[in-house]
């Protein structure tokens, strides 16, 4: 029993990561959980030896002249058929042999240590998603519930769900199917789920345009903000640390080919690539793209009126309004836009 144990821990630690010092504490506390129930006025002791591969358990009494608790007491003279060094006040320890385990004991055990195996496993998950998080992996789809819509990607590290609302609005997808996500959150929590992946966080742009463009990867352009209405469009302010380079055509690649490849993996989403200023006026501008601004003042450094030609009102507005509220969200300013 105890080989098949610890032969069972080594390859714990060889297939799943799960360190064996770590998974004997655990069996260590659920022995002495398991037994303490079983001897509930008893001092238990639990030994594990992983060179001689053994795993003892032994209740321990004290010796007195006339035992009132036998759980816990000996006579001094029961004592001495043990051993004759022993005397008043010694410790004796009594061995229950592990194959006198009740069926109670051994299922409280087992319990202790299935778990300690999932939060083992679940810890490990957490330090891989961990070093993994506000990135992009690539999944593959395992199976899409016909209820809710949820997409269980295989992420190479475990499963993970992509819930509706965190899916690119249009967008359909079959088993099978190899997909990038974005994981934006690994919860510490034991219960609910380990980690969070998107494909409508901002996030998932900007991480997009740094696997896509070597010179926002190297830090010679910079993406100063980003904002998204995931399925419908995405802008994006950027400003360049060199001035040989432009921004803007980095982003776009030749002949679009770069910002193709990362519309076509949002499903057709519009991204706006506009340069960044320090100017307000200029930035606001810019952010209302593809709309030609004529004039934009300022009530204060959050409030800017802004005034375009009648044929750029509806195009500065954009539909349902969303040209606008991006450009707002982009600058940090409230934008009141009116026809000239």
């Known amino acids: 029993m105890n080989n098949e144990l610890f032969n069972a821990l080594d390859a714990l630690e060889s297939e799943k990561g799960i360190s064996k010092e770590y998974m ?27 060179v001689k591969k053994e795993c003892r358990v032994f209740k321990i009494m004290t010796v007195v002249d006339q035992p009132e608790n036998p759980a816990t007491e000996i006579s001094l003279a029961d004592a001495k058929k043990l051993s004759r060094r022993y005397t008043l006040g010694s410790q004796v320890k009594e061995e229950i042999k592990t194959k006198n385990f009740s069926r109670t ?20 998950l957490m330090k891989e998603y961990e070093n993994k998080r506000e990135d ?11 209820e809710n819509g949820s997409v269980i990607v295989n992420t190479g590290t475990s499963n993970a769900a992509l819930i509706k609302n965190e899916q690119i609005p249009g967008e359909v997808f079959k088993v099978g199917d190899c997909i990038k996500v974005f994981i934006t959150e690994v919860s510490k929590e034991t219960k609910g789920r380990l980690v969070t992946i998107s494909r409508v966080h901002a996030g998932f742009v900007r991480r997009l345009f740094e696997l896509n463009v070597p010179e926002i990867a190297d830090g010679t352009v910079v993406i ?35 910002i193709a490849e990362i519309v076509n993996e949002l499903n057709g989403e519009k991204i706006d690539v506009i340069k960044y200023s320090e ?7 810019a952010a209302l793209s593809p709309a030609v ?29 969303q040209n606008a509220r991006l450009a707002a969200k982009l600058t940090g300013c409230k934008i009141d836009i009116k026809a000239e």
């Open 279 to 285: 100017d307000p006026s200029e930035f606001i501008a």
């Open 224 to 258: 100063k903000g980003i904002v998204r209405e995931a399925g419908s469009r995405t802008k994006m302010a950027v400003y360049s640390t060199k001035e040989e380079v432009d921004p803007i055509g980095a982003c776009i690649g030749n002949k679009g080919a770069r």
């Open 105 to 124: 004991v051994a299922t409280s055990a087992k319990q202790v240590i299935i778990q300690g195996i999932r939060e083992a496993e679940r810890g490990n």
């Open 293 to 321: 601004v004529k004039n934009i003042s300022f009530e204060t450094d959050r409030i800017a009126h802004v005034t375009v030609s009648p044929d750029q009102l509806s195009l500065a507005i954009g539909k349902e309004g």
């Open 24 to 50: 004997l504490e655990r069996i260590e506390a659920a022995l002495l959980t398991a037994f303490k129930k079983a001897f509930p006025d008893a001092e238990i002791s639990v030994v594990i030896d992983p």
């Open 136 to 146: 992009i992996v690539t999944g593959t789809v395992e199976y899409i519930d016909p």
